[in-house]
């Protein structure tokens, strides 16, 4: 399978200009026989929003705004799945809460769509972080959503994609908020596939529930070892609060590799388990105004948010960790990989004890 993820810097609110500024590294990419196209979260409109006020512009209905229809024409045009995460407002009404003002039930979702347009997952992020806290909710399902997806099996050098018809197959979904999906399991005769069983997870679902649940009981990557999946997709805005911690603004090359091994370690139960999966890490770069303090969290204000970047796609199992490759922390560009390639970096578990 051939994946490719999109790493940029989105200028908050700003969303047709990130719109070409994503379509433009896709266009200077070769993007040929894509399988599966993921882009960061809340990609389109940024992400470091400190209200509901200030996200309200930019909020589109559950699976049909300005997000989606690009990721229908793009998943059309490519004859790929794609995925992207964007900011939901719901029909659903709900109480307001001492962070949250609004009646509104707004989430910070992702969605993943089939080369026909058909909504193949919908996911609302489970654990937040301070900064969602101020304008979205809690994704409801008490489970994490995993679903099984077709891809065509294809030689790596082929170059016809005129045949690619993906489907969610019945039954396959754990969890779904967003009540039925598609059900149709359809390929072009003469056509073989793989199906792959896929978690879906939004940044801070990677962290225990707002970093005070357990730390070992890796809520996320238990519960994909738990559904046998054997594809990860995480879509991620993920910071630092130390920009010193970033490689120099001239380091075009460097990943942050404290975030990526602590992503590893995240996923530790995924590591360990008695299969191969393959993990998908599509996050942003570049930076953000700065956020105001945050007591419930016992956050102090901030100037400037600083995102990492390091999107990468890796092969974990069976005690083996594979870097099959990895975009640098600065970086704007379109990472694409084959799940055979060869691994940039790999390395075992030499003991499996519970510490990060």
Excluded at 175 to 188: A, H, T, V
Excluded at 260 to 268: I, K, S, T
Aim: net charge negative.
């Amino acid at each position: 399978m051939r994946i490719a993820v999109t790493q940029f810097s989105p200028k908050l609110g700003e969303i047709e200009a990130n719109i070409a500024q994503t379509d433009t590294l896709l266009a200077n990419a070769d993007i040929k026989n894509v399988d599966l196209l993921v882009l960061p979260e809340l990609a389109f409109s940024g992400y470091a929003f400190s209200s509901f006020e200030l996200i309200k512009p930019h909020l589109e209905p559950t699976a049909a705004g300005r997000s989606t229809t690009w990721a229908r024409e793009t998943a059309s045009r490519l004859r790929c799945n794609v995925t992207v995460g964007y900011p939901e407002i719901s029909t659903d009404l709900c109480q307001p809460t001492q962070v949250n003002s609004s009646t509104y039930a707004a989430y910070n979702a992702q969605v993943t769509v089939s080369p026909e347009g058909k909504v193949l997952s919908h996911y609302r992020k489970k654990h937040l972080y301070y900064v969602d806290e101020a304008w979205a909710r809690e994704g409801s399902s008490s489970e994490w959503l995993s679903a099984d997806l077709i891809f065509p099996r294809r030689k790596k050098t082929g170059n016809d994609n005129s045949n690619y018809e993906a489907r969610i197959p019945e039954s396959s979904h754990r969890s779904m908020e967003q009540g039925p999906l598609p059900r149709e399991n359809k390929l072009s005769i003469g056509q073989s596939a793989e199906t792959l069983r896929a978690s879906f997870g939004i940044c801070m679902d990677l962290n225990p529930y707002r970093f005070v649940a357990p730390r070992l009981a890796y809520e996320f990557a238990t519960a994909a070892v738990a559904n046998l999946s054997s594809l990860i997709i995480l879509t991620m805005a993920w910071t630092t609060w130390s920009p010193s911690d970033l490689p120099p603004a001239t380091d075009a090359v460097s990943p942050h590799l404290e975030t990526l091994n602590y992503w590893v370690n995240r996923l530790l139960p995924v590591v360990r388990a008695d299969k191969t999966s393959i993990i998908v890490v599509a996050n942003r770069t570049g930076e953000d105004p700065g956020l105001p303090p945050n007591l419930n969290w016992n956050m102090p204000a901030c100037d400037r948010v600083c995102y990492v970047g390091t999107s990468s796609i890796m092969r974990l199992g069976h005690g083996k960790i594979e870097i099959i490759g990895v975009l640098a922390a600065r970086e704007s560009g379109v990472l694409i990989c084959d799940t055979t390639d060869e691994a940039l970096y790999s390395g075992s578990i030499l003991q499996t004890s519970d510490d990060d």
